[in-house]
């Protein structure tokens, strides 16, 4: 025992010195303080400032026990011994209760056993500081995977909405400054998304919930999609962009390609984003490193170079140069920090070299795997053909339910899925997915793939999937999410999942998945049901009549947009829609008389009046109107109203 601080609780002179005399024959480093009164005791704890105390059981007319329980009221957070004049097996059982880690008869009390019964409290004090501490890092590390997650998700979520809207408009935009502006907002929002990767990659890793998923690479399809990725800033910047080999490569190599192309479009972009003229250079080849055989990457520019002391703190987060002619959009500062922790997951290092003035290179080393027997080849990029980035959209059969709480995000993977010819139907949550189900099943009708959030009100996506697999339903399931933490596959499929597909969803990866499980539309002739449903939008206004058009576009509709009622009835003698939606104030003619004449020609049509007033019940009726709708029209009134 050696500078251990005691605290004697005893109201007894005689019997304080007898304590401390025996304490003296154990140790001579000990240093005590002796409150001779409770009062004085309760003084001396609340300070908490003892790695030990030793109580007497009787402290005038007031007892240990009711001390013990003062002691713990004001956190005192050392062990406390209960001294008494004799054995007593209740006061032993009281004094374990309130507290005490042991109870010591002060008659037979010897240095040996009071130094045994104070090694094992210091010794159970230690032990019980390390479990708190553990407890206490493992809540900290659970508490931080779960608001990763849920800033994740939280994030993610509107950032989907903002490029899948704005990717949907750009393929559907004609104008020339319209598009050029939706891509500032696609390129800004695409910036937004990679700065919020940065930091939460930065947070998965050192949270150790970083996955890894290595797989064959076809090492020249793989650099030739790099090259292309990169080249376009490079011309934006009048830059020669370079990829080159010296020496044979393998054909395939084995490491995750998501994060070796993150690697990689990181470092080119800052040797792009800091080179003003001159050339970026990609060099793959050889070197030796632990014995092994790795491929060494270099990245080199011509560009503005780096600061000796900025380098000197490089690959440090938040760390970004101070030259001033740094990129005014120059980021989070993670992205080195990142790509260095990736490099040595997958088996190599990073190390860089610069001069200011003059360029900068960054090189590192990237372990490819098993390569005894894989072919080599000199590399050889296909330069002509620029990779086809432009979604082609597939066409399948079957029926396919989308389940998320957002309205924006639900109608655009619906939207996405309604493009291959499916029949979609849309659910808000869990719950509503688990009853729409159980209706269908009754009625002798299925879903061949349900697209489902995880993170929704009222039932979450594993608890409805986990209840659909109970009730029997044995189709495929493909968990939709923004979270991206370590485990989160292995609980989707523990929940019943088949597939998983992370948030923002991308098009491509969707139609993959779908290709998977649904099957293939095959026709010699152009089915109706394979046609979007054709509407008739009749409105004056050119500003309104536009947004309506874009909407019911959005939902799958075929639109025929006219401004009067006579254009309209002009058009349905080219193309009968099955429905047409009227203004009620229309300049050649009132919505209810031009709507009686469309259902007197053409009862087969539904038709819906849109107005900005109240709508005369009686008179609908009476014209073949079935519904009405109140303006301004949101999405969501529109897909209630057509959906009936």
């Known amino acids: 025992m050696q500078n251990v601080k005691l605290l004697i609780i005893d109201d007894d002179e005689d019997d304080f010195f007898l304590v401390k005399d025996l304490i003296a024959e154990i140790s001579q480093t000990c240093t005590f303080d002796w409150a001779p009164t409770y009062e004085a ?122 490029l899948g809207f704005t990717e949907l408009l750009l393929n559907k935009s004609s104008d020339t400054e319209s598009a050029a502006h939706l891509r500032i907002i696609h390129r800004n929002g695409k910036h937004l998304l990679g700065l919020l990767n940065d930091i939460l990659d930065l947070s998965k890793i050192e949270a150790g919930k970083l996955e890894l998923e290595a ?55 800052n040797a792009i984003k800091f080179t003003h003229e001159g050339e970026v250079l990609l060099k793959i080849d050889w070197c030796y490193e632990n014995e092994k055989n790795k491929l060494r990457f270099c990245i080199k520019d011509s560009g503005i170079g780096i600061c000796s002391e900025t380098l000197a703190v490089i690959f440090e987060p938040f760390v970004q140069s101070k030259n001033a002619q740094v990129h005014p959009r120059a980021g989070t500062g993670l992205g080195l920090t990142i790509s260095k922790q990736l490099i040595e997951r997958l088996g190599g290092h990073i190390q860089v070299d610069s001069e200011v003035g003059k360029g900068s290179e960054f090189s590192f080393t990237l372990d490819p795997g098993p390569i005894e027997g894989v072919e080599t080849e000199v590399l050889q990029l296909n330069m002509d053909v620029a990779p086809d980035h432009q ?47 159980s209706a269908d099943k009754l009625l002798g009708k299925h879903f061949d793939l349900i697209l489902m959030d995880i993170h929704m009100p009222i039932l979450d996506g594993h608890q409805a999937a986990q209840q659909l697999r109970r009730e029997g339903y044995s189709q495929p399931l493909v968990a939709l999410t923004a979270a991206h933490m370590k485990g989160d596959m292995d609980q989707c499929y523990a929940s019943g999942f088949t597939a998983y597909l992370g948030k923002p969803l991308d098009q491509t990866r969707l139609y993959k998945c779908l290709a998977t499980y649904l099957p293939v539309k095959h026709t ?29 576009s959005l939902m799958g509709w075929q639109v025929i947009g006219v401004q009067s009622a006579e254009a309209a009835l002009q058009a349905l003698q080219q193309k009968i829609p099955h429905v047409a939606l009227l203004d009620l104030n229309l300049p050649d003619m009132n919505g209810y008389a031009c709507a009686a004449k469309i259902h007197q020609r053409y009862p087969a049509i539904r038709i819906l009046i ?35």
């Open 391 to 437: 979604v082609a959209i597939p066409r399948f059969s079957g029926r396919v339910l989308v389940v998320d709480d957002l309205r924006d995000i639900r109608m655009l993977i619906g939207h996405f899925v309604q493009l291959t010819g499916v029949e979609v139907v849309y659910a808000r949550d869990g719950a509503e997915a688990v009853r729409i189900v």
């Open 215 to 269: 797989q064959s690479v076809s090492l020249s399809a793989f650099l030739t999609d790099i090259y292309f990725l990169m080249q376009g800033a490079a011309i934006d910047k009048n830059l020669k962009l370079r990829v080159e080999a010296p020496q044979p490569l393998p054909v395939t190599i084995y490491t995750d390609p998501m994060r070796l192309r993150q690697i990689l479009l990181n470092l080119m972009g």
């Open 524 to 552: 010699a002739r152009l089915d109706a049901e394979l046609l979007p449903k054709s509407i008739l939008v009749v409105e004056d206004d050119a500003d309104a009549l536009a947004a309506m058009e874009g909407l019911l």
């Open 41 to 162: 005791g309760q003084l001396l704890l609340r300070e908490n400032r003892h790695d030990l105390c030793l109580m007497d059981y009787k402290l005038g007319a007031r007892d240990g026990i009711e001390l013990l329980t003062f002691a713990n009221e004001v956190g005192f957070s050392g062990p406390i011994i209960l001294l008494t004049g004799m054995h007593q097996i209740e006061v032993d059982r009281q004094a374990l209760r309130a507290g005490a880690v042991d109870y010591l008869v002060k008659s037979h009390l010897s240095a040996e056993q009071l130094a045994r019964s104070i090694r094992y409290a210091l010794a159970r004090r230690e032990v019980e500081r390390e479990r708190v501490e553990r407890l206490k890092a493992e809540a900290e590390n659970r508490l931080k995977s779960e608001f990763l997650a849920h800033l994740s998700h939280e994030l993610r979520t509107p950032l989907s909405a903002i």
């Open 610 to 644: 849109a107005s900005g007033e109240s709508v005369d019940n009686l008179r609908a009726v009476e014209a073949g109107i079935s519904n009405s709708l109140l303006k301004p029209v949101s999405l969501a009134q529109l897909e209630a109203a057509l959906n009936v």
